[in-house]
């Protein structure tokens, strides 16, 4: 008869004095980004769903792949080598940027060109934004 475990199997070791626990809270800075790249995608793809094109924009491509690449058990854990997450990370900010560039292109094009939305503050985490400190006024959507 085979022998049954009622116990946690946590720590789990891989190599001798290499346990796997804390990956939960691992790495939370690409956790978040990845949740933010990905709803940041989910806007992208309704306000480019509403322009009328037989084709899908190769920009929102590059996002998508960014989100999806990143939906790994590697990088969703936080378990990865650190030149991999550089990676994920650098992935991320490229689709978050295609991203950014359809709907500013899309508000463009709807509202006239007077309307300039090219501008993203994604350092929001240190209060810094070079767009907000450098007006007087602004409008934000």
Request: aromatic share 10%.
């Amino acid at each position: 008869p085979l022998a049954s475990k009622n116990d946690d199997f946590f720590p789990y070791a891989s190599d001798p004095h290499a346990y796997w626990t804390g990956y939960f809270t691992s790495r939370p800075a690409l956790k978040r980004m990845i949740r933010k790249a990905n709803s940041v995608l989910q806007a992208c793809k309704q306000v480019d769903s509403s322009t009328v094109s037989s084709e899908l924009d190769p920009r929102l491509m590059v996002a998508q792949r960014s989100v999806a690449v990143n939906q790994h058990h590697d990088a969703v854990t936080g378990t990865a080598k650190q030149h991999v997450t550089d990676d994920y990370y650098l992935s991320l900010h490229r689709g978050m940027e295609a991203c950014h560039q359809v709907m500013g292109d899309s508000i463009k094009s709807r509202h006239g060109s007077q309307c300039d939305f090219q501008d993203w503050c994604p350092f929001l985490n240190i209060s810094q934004c070079q767009f907000t400190e450098s007006r007087e006024s602004f409008s934000m959507a």
